[in-house]
């Protein structure tokens, strides 16, 4: 699957519909990405964040087995899958590539005439403009004081 980076931000339309930004629409119905016939997006309240956290469908079937790896009948299996998958929603794609948030998600992530979506590898989220601006200056700053380093992964294919 193609990575989803970057910052794109969009309208929100009165009736609660945003476009997907393109390259995140290509880079989820892509054919390594697809696991069905299903065109969209799932969306979901965020765990730690007042946004919005989305995915396509190869990344929530990750979500489905990794909580049946839990023992069943847990109660940490039951609040994850409460927590994102009872709280999921599906989102198809309108003809203009749209998506039509319910009330709920626009209340909670405080979005009104514009979101940003925001590229996370494998997933992205949804935020109010302004509020990722300090999200991100914040994040920014304590990557930046801890020190912060990344270890990179063997690509296993030579090349850098």
Not at 82 to 100: C, P
Request: with cysteine; glycine share 8%; charged share 25%.
């Amino acid at each position: 699957m193609a990575a989803l980076i970057g910052r794109h931000i969009n309208k929100i339309d009165k009736k609660g519909r945003v476009s997907v930004p393109k390259p995140f629409r290509d880079a989820l119905t892509a054919p390594a990405a697809k696991t069905s016939d299903f065109s969209g997006i799932y969306v979901y309240r965020s765990f730690k964040y007042p946004a919005i956290e989305g995915c396509g469908e190869a990344f929530i079937q990750r979500v489905i087995e990794s909580l049946d790896d839990l023992e069943l009948f847990s109660d940490e299996q039951d609040d994850l899958a409460t927590t994102l998958l009872e709280n999921s929603h599906q989102l198809a794609y309108d003809t203009e590539g749209r998506v039509q948030f319910p009330q709920e998600l626009i209340d909670y992530a405080g979005l009104s005439s514009e979101a940003v979506f925001v590229g996370r590898g494998t997933r992205f989220q949804i935020w109010q403009p302004e509020a990722y601006e300090t999200h991100n200056a914040e994040a920014f700053e304590r990557a930046r004081s801890r020190g912060a380093t990344l270890r990179l992964r063997s690509n296993n294919g030579g090349g850098s």
